[in-house]
C-alpha cells in the first residue's frame, strides 16, 4: 500500500511538473485559462503515450475530443439551419426565416483546427454562426473541409474553392436571397489562413475577382517559413497553445515525415533557395515597435534538411509569401489578433503589409486573450475574451459588410 501511495504521489508531482505554467498576470480569467492550459498539457502527453504504444496517432486523440462538441443542426424561431453539401463538401447552412426586402449579405465562415481537427459540428462555432446570421440577418456557410493527415495540402483548400465557387452561382445565390455585393469570407486559427489564401486565389481567377466584398480573419497563422518570431518566444509554452503543440499537428498537413518536425522546432527547415521569400516575413521591417521589445532578428537556417520542405514556399501554404502587387487587389480587410498567441505576429505582420500596400485593415489587438480563445466561448468553461472576440468580429461585419 506504501509503495502505491509512493507512486501516486510521484505521478502527481511529475504530472504537475510538466503541466504547470505561470499566467500573465494580465490575463482575463487566469484560472480558466490555467485550467484550459492545464488540459490541454494533459492531452498532450497522453497522445504522445498513444503514438509511442502506438494505440493510436498523436493528432487522433485530439480529433476524438473535438468530436464530443459536435451538435445536430438546431432550426429555431429565427433560423432555419441544416447540414448540406455544395459540391459533395459538406456545409451547414444559417438561413433567416424573416422576411427581408432587400437582399441579404453572406458570410463563409472556415473553422480553424490546426488543418488535423475541427468541424462546423462542434458547438463553438455553430454559436459564432448562428449569432452572425441573427445579428446580420444574413446567410452563414460554413463548410467542413478534409482534414489532415489523411488528406493533405491542397486538399483544404480546394474544398474551399469549391464551396464557395458553388455558392457564388448567380442561381444559387439567387436561391437563398444573397446580395453578390456583400459577401465575405471569414475563419479563424488555421480556418483564417484559409480564408486569406482562397482570397488570393479568387482575386487571381478572372471569372471570381473582386466578387468578395471583405475578409475577416481571427488570430490566423499566415507563414511557415519562421517559426522563432518574438510571438513564439514569448508564448512557446502556451497559455493553451504551445509552439511545439501547434507544429506537431499543423505540420500533418503538408508531411508525414516525422524527421521534418525538430527541423521546424529548430527553424532550420527552409529549403535551399528560398532566402528571397524571408522579406515578406521579416519582422525586424513589419512588426510594430512594440512587440520587437528586445529580439534580435535572426532569419531561419536554410538547407540543412533534404525533404519535401519546398512545399513551405508554397504561397497556398502561407499568404505572406504573396507580393506587395498582389496584396494590393485583396479587398476590404478585419483581423484580430491576441497577445498570448504564438501567431500574433503572424496576423500584425499581415496588417502592416496589407496598409502599406493601400488595402483598407481594420486591426483589433486583444492585449488578454489567448490563442483560440472563441474556441470557449460556450459552456461549460466560456472565456469572456472569446465572446468579446466574438462582438468584435461580429459588429465590424455590421458596419462593413
Known amino acids: 500500500m506504501g509503495n502505491k501511495t509512493l507512486l501516486f504521489g510521484f505521478s502527481c508531482i511529475l504530472l504537475a511538473y510538466y503541466t504547470y505554467m505561470p499566467i500573465p498576470e494580465n490575463i482575463e480569467e487566469p484560472w480558466k485559462v490555467r ?10 502527453l497522453t497522445a504522445t503515450l498513444f503514438e509511442y504504444t502506438g494505440l493510436m496517432n498523436f493528432e487522433h ?25 455544395f459540391s459533395n463538401i459538406p456545409v451547414r447552412l444559417y438561413l433567416p426565416k424573416r422576411k427581408s426586402e432587400r437582399q441579404r449579405p453572406a458570410v463563409i465562415y472556415i473553422h480553424g483546427g490546426a488543418f488535423v481537427t475541427g468541424s462546423f459540428k462542434m458547438r463553438p462555432y ?7 446570421a441573427n445579428r446580420l440577418d444574413a446567410v452563414v456557410v460554413a463548410p467542413d473541409y478534409r482534414l489532415a493527415p489523411q488528406y493533405q495540402f491542397p486538399a483544404a483548400i480546394e474544398d474551399c474553392i469549391i464551396v464557395i465557387k458553388s455558392f457564388l452561382q448567380d442561381k444559387v445565390l439567387e436561391k437563398y436571397g444573397v446580395d453578390p455585393a456583400h459577401i465575405c469570407i471569414s475563419g479563424d486559427s488555421s480556418g483564417g489562413a484559409l480564408a486569406g489564401i482562397v482570397i488570393q486565389l479568387l482575386q487571381d481567377d478572372p471569372e471570381y475577382r473582386n466578387k468578395i466584398k471583405a475578409q475577416a480573419m481571427i488570430y490566423p497563422g499566415l507563414q511557415a517559413v519562421d517559426t522563432w518570431m518574438p510571438s513564439y518566444q514569448e508564448n512557446e509554452n502556451g497559455p493553451f497553445l504551445s509552439r511545439k503543440l501547434a507544429i506537431m499537428l499543423s505540420m500533418q498537413y503538408f508531411t508525414k515525415e516525422k524527421e521534418l518536425l525538430n527541423a521546424i522546432l529548430r527553424n532550420e527547415h527552409m529549403p535551399k533557395g528560398s532566402r528571397d521569400l524571408f ?37 497556398r501554404l502561407s499568404p505572406l509569401l504573396v507580393n506587395d502587387s498582389q496584396l494590393q487587389n485583396l479587398p476590404l480587410t478585419y483581423v484580430i489578433t491576441c497577445e498570448y498567441d504564438i501567431l500574433r505576429d503572424d496576423g500584425l505582420i499581415y496588417v502592416t503589409r496589407l496598409r502599406n500596400a493601400g488595402v483598407p485593415v481594420t486591426h483589433d489587438h486583444i492585449e488578454d486573450a489567448i490563442h483560440g480563445a472563441i474556441s470557449f466561448s460556450t459552456a461549460p468553461m466560456y472565456l469572456h475574451s472569446g465572446l468579446r472576440i466574438i462582438d468584435k468580429y461580429i459588429s465590424w461585419l455590421q458596419e462593413n459588410l
Request: proline fraction near 4%; charged fraction near 25%.
Open 35 to 44: 485550467f484550459i492550459d492545464i488540459l490541454t498539457k494533459i492531452t498532450t
Open 61 to 85: 486523440l485530439f480529433f476524438i475530443i473535438t468530436k464530443t462538441q459536435y451538435i445536430e443542426p438546431i432550426s429555431d424561431e429565427n433560423l432555419t439551419v441544416i447540414d448540406t453539401e
Open 126 to 132: 455553430d454559436f459564432v454562426n448562428r449569432m452572425t
Open 279 to 315: 522579406k515578406f516575413v521579416n519582422w525586424s521591417h513589419f512588426l510594430p515597435e512594440k512587440y520587437k521589445k528586445n529580439h534580435v532578428y535572426r532569419e531561419p537556417i536554410i538547407g540543412k534538411v533534404n525533404t519535401l520542405c519546398s512545399l513551405l514556399s508554397d504561397k
